[in-house]
């Protein structure tokens, strides 16, 4: 069983930064992919960003430029900057970690509210 702890979150105006943490293991986050999905209201889950055990990162297109991910193989971390932030980032950031099966295990959410 694997359990992911996150942390951050919150509200912000438009054009302001949030950070967002999960910390699984340091087994963990050398071994398994890691990410950030989010989830808007009425919408299906969607990728963010991930990180593969090789150091690989992936972002989604309407991130590209403003979040940047990494990953603290120490404290068996990833976190995520998010900055310029916009009303349509507003959504649950959930962390998830896939093994290699494929199997995937979630945090339980954290809200980003993005307002004036």
């Known amino acids: 069983q694997v359990q992911l702890v996150e942390s951050g979150g919150g509200l912000v105006q438009p054009g302001g930064s949030l950070r967002l943490s999960c910390t699984a293991s340091?087994?963990?986050?050398?071994?398994?992919?890691m990410g950030w999905y989010r989830q808007i209201p009425g919408k299906e889950r969607e990728l963010v960003a991930d990180?593969?055990?090789?150091?690989?990162?992936d972002y989604a297109d309407f991130v590209k430029g403003r979040f940047t991910l990494s990953r603290d193989m120490d404290k068996g971390s990833i976190n995520q900057e998010m900055s310029r932030l916009e009303t349509e980032d507003a959504a649950v950031y959930y962390c998830?970690?896939?093994?290699?099966?494929?199997?995937?295990?979630w945090g339980q959410g954290t809200q980003v509210t993005v307002s004036s």
């Open positions: 340091t087994t963990v986050v050398s071994i398994y992919t």
């Open positions: 990180i593969a055990p090789g150091g690989g990162i």
């Open positions: 998830n970690t896939r093994n290699m099966s494929g199997f995937s295990y």
